[in-house]
């Protein structure tokens, strides 16, 4: 990778790509473009091996089954993990979230082996499930303005010594765990249950995951009228319907 060129992987859009979270993938080389970064983009399928050569892996959620069967190919591919160890950064929302971590309950009701590139472990939460947006404040030191997203998801997330919460609730349900938080993430692996698409309603994220991958500070400013507009429609209706409830 050069300081002009970015290369990012859609992992598995024909399993794992509900709520439209491919617009994830959408905003994130729209938001590199107005940086005039070259950007080469790869939806790897799920028949196709996953490359090691990518600066920004995205994946998405997905129902029960398709879960399971992105985990065990992934499991077998090897090649997202491999991009972990060479410095990639990696987003994953709700179902890839899960996936990232040590384990989770699949479509059988049986423990799910992860890849274990975050320091999770998700069960299945007996009540109901975790509907409705999200407000929430980003982990102070990612020096990001406040979360917002939309969840649906029976799962409940644990985070272990080594993860830390990538943000804590205002309202909503977040991880499930009842302690408030929401998501996880490490030095380049993140994870959360927000869809949205979240990039979408939260584009200094993506700014955030170019950063990392160019190993930079600060990227050239973009005009954020039309992201700030979304932003502020949907914390507002949020509010007001937390208000409400």
Known sequence: MSQNSLRVVWVYPDLLSTYGDQGNTLVLERRARQRRLEVQRLDVRSDQQIPTSGDI???????????????ERLRRDGGLSRAAANGAIIFSVC???????????????????????????????EGERCVGDVLADIDERLGLPPLTGFENHQGVTHLGPTARPFARVRFGRGNGTGDGFEGAYNDTVFGTYMHGPVLARNPQIADLLIKLALDVNALPPVDDRWYEALRNERIEAATQAAKAS
Do not use: C, K, M, W
Request: hydrophobic content about 35%; overall charge negative; glycine content about 20%.
């Open 57 to 71: 892996y995205l994946i998405g959620g997905g129902e029960d089954r398709p879960q399971r069967l992105a985990a």
């Open 95 to 125: 179902a890839g979230y899960q996936i990232l971590g040590h384990e989770f309950i699949n479509d059988l009701g049986q423990r799910e082996q992860g890849l274990g590139l975050l320091d999770v472990i998700s069960t299945r939460g």
